[in-house]
C-alpha cells in the first residue's frame, strides 16, 4: 500500500482548503463554492487596520450579491492581539466585523498556513504586509491579489468584483 500525502502544490484550486474558524469551527473554503472570496490577512495594531470599515462595507454591500469576506488574522508581521477572543472583540467593538474570520494563522514563513503554500508556489503570491487581499472565482481559482496599499473599495477590486458579481 502506498500512502501519499498531497501536498499545497497539488491542490486544484482555493477550494482544496480549510482554516479553523475564530470562534474554533471549521471553515472550508469549497462551502464558499459558487462565490466569489475577498481573502485578507489582518492584524489588529496595524496602520491599515483602518481597512476593516472599507472590508465591512463590501460585506454589507455584496454580499447578498455572492461576495465573502474572509478575514484571517496574522501576527506573521508581529501586529496582532494575543489571542483569537481578543481579535474578535477588537474588530466586533471597534468596527462592527461581522464577515467570516478565522483564528490567527501564519501567512509567510516556514509555518505559513497550506493556502499561503499555494499561492506561494503556484501564483508566485506572498504577503507582503497585513491586509494584503486575494480575489478567489466562484470556481475556486485565483483571480487577483492586491497590496496592502489597495483599499478595499478601490476601483480595482471593484472592477474586478464587477466580473464575478451581480453588480
Not at 30 to 53: E, H, M, P
Request: aromatic share 12%.
Amino acid at each position: 500500500i502506498i500512502i501519499m500525502t498531497i501536498t499545497s502544490s497539488f491542490a486544484e484550486n482555493a477550494h482544496s482548503f480549510s482554516f479553523n474558524s475564530i470562534d474554533g469551527k471549521k471553515l472550508n473554503i469549497k462551502d464558499y463554492a459558487g462565490k466569489t472570496v475577498l481573502i485578507v490577512n489582518t492584524a489588529s495594531r496595524c496602520g491599515f487596520t483602518k481597512q476593516y470599515t472599507g472590508l465591512q462595507e463590501l460585506w454589507e454591500n455584496y454580499n447578498d450579491k455572492g461576495l465573502i469576506v474572509l478575514g484571517v488574522p496574522s501576527n506573521s508581521f508581529m501586529q496582532e492581539l494575543n489571542d483569537s477572543k481578543s481579535v474578535s472583540d477588537f474588530c466586533e467593538s471597534n468596527f462592527g466585523i461581522n464577515f467570516p474570520m478565522t483564528k490567527i494563522t501564519n501567512v509567510i514563513g516556514e509555518n505559513k498556513h497550506p493556502f499561503y503554500k499555494w499561492l506561494k508556489e503556484n501564483h508566485k503570491v506572498s504577503p507582503k504586509w497585513n491586509f494584503h487581499k486575494i480575489l478567489i472565482s466562484p470556481e475556486g481559482d485565483f483571480i487577483n491579489s492586491y497590496s496592502s496599499l489597495t483599499k478595499p473599495k478601490s476601483k480595482k477590486i471593484i472592477e474586478d468584483l464587477k466580473k464575478y458579481l451581480n453588480i
